[in-house]
């Protein structure tokens, strides 16, 4: 993303500011990392940058940044701002992750729904436009109990219609939001492709196409033991029993 123009936007998604590295006086970012998720195509992008240019002002959490990448528009908003005496560190996450924000409840549909009816009870404000949508030929009835974040709603629904989801960003000229558009996919199996193409023509090799490979492992939450305690503090080896 080197030569990507990137506008940073108030809140309410009036620009403010450009980052550009090809015009001269214009703010410089010395990188920055773009992270698309395979669930959803949902993204998050870092952007570094230095402290000596007045436009970094801007920088600040509720703001957001937006671009156009391999012709793909995205729109994040900031929701962290690391900042010293010389360099700042921006995170921002895409629009869906909104929906993060927000939870439903426990629902009981009437009768069989739609996808689309499905979405339309629990995004009632139309933050979500439906575009592609293979599992329209499907009504099922449902249940949920518990609540939800939005996000993770649209995700059990899409497990119920056995369907993948695709959120695409749609900006305008000027760089604020058009849509959001929530595409919808049968599963991938032997006779649907899913979110996503078959790119069985492209060979990856490590040193050209790829450049890094990153495993992270982690047993901050391992359990190698279970003491489970019973009524009055009865615990497994104060049993006296005999197997025979």
């Not at 809140?11 to 015009?23: H, M, P, R, T, Y």
């Not at 409840?105 to 009437?110: E, I, L, R, V």
């Not at 305008?172 to 049968?186: E, G, P, W």
């Not at 492209?202 to 982690?218: N, P």
Request: with cysteine; net charge negative.
């Amino acid at each position: 993303m080197t030569n990507t123009r990137i506008a940073v936007l108030s809140a309410d998604e009036n620009v403010l500011a450009f980052f550009d590295n090809q015009v001269p006086g214009a703010m410089k970012y010395s990188d920055t990392c773009l992270h698309t998720y395979l669930q959803g195509s949902i993204y998050t992008v870092e952007i570094e940058t230095t402290t000596e240019h007045e436009d970094s002002q801007y920088l600040v959490e509720g703001n957001k940044v937006a671009f156009v990448y391999k012709n793909k528009d995205y729109m994040c908003n900031i929701v962290s701002v690391e900042r010293d005496e010389t360099e700042i560190t921006v995170t921002g996450w895409g629009l869906a992750l909104e929906l993060t924000n927000e939870t439903r409840g426990a629902y009981t549909s009437d009768g069989a729904m739609t996808f689309v009816q499905y979405k339309n009870a629990f995004d009632p404000e139309g933050v979500l436009t439906i575009g592609i949508n293979e599992v329209s030929d499907k009504s099922i009835s449902n249940e949920w109990t518990g609540d939800q974040t939005i996000l993770a709603r649209l995700y059990s629904i899409a497990t119920l219609f056995s369907a993948e989801l695709e959120f695409i960003t749609e900006l305008n000229d000027d760089y604020n939001l058009k849509q959001i558009t929530l595409n919808v996919y049968r599963e991938h199996d032997d006779s649907h492709q899913g979110m996503g193409e078959n790119r069985e023509d492209e060979i990856l090799r490590f040193g050209t196409t790829i450049e890094t490979i990153r495993k992270t492992s982690d047993i901050t939450d391992l359990y190698t033991a279970i003491r489970p305690t019973g009524t009055d503090g009865l615990t497994i080896s104060g049993v006296n029993h005999k197997v025979y």
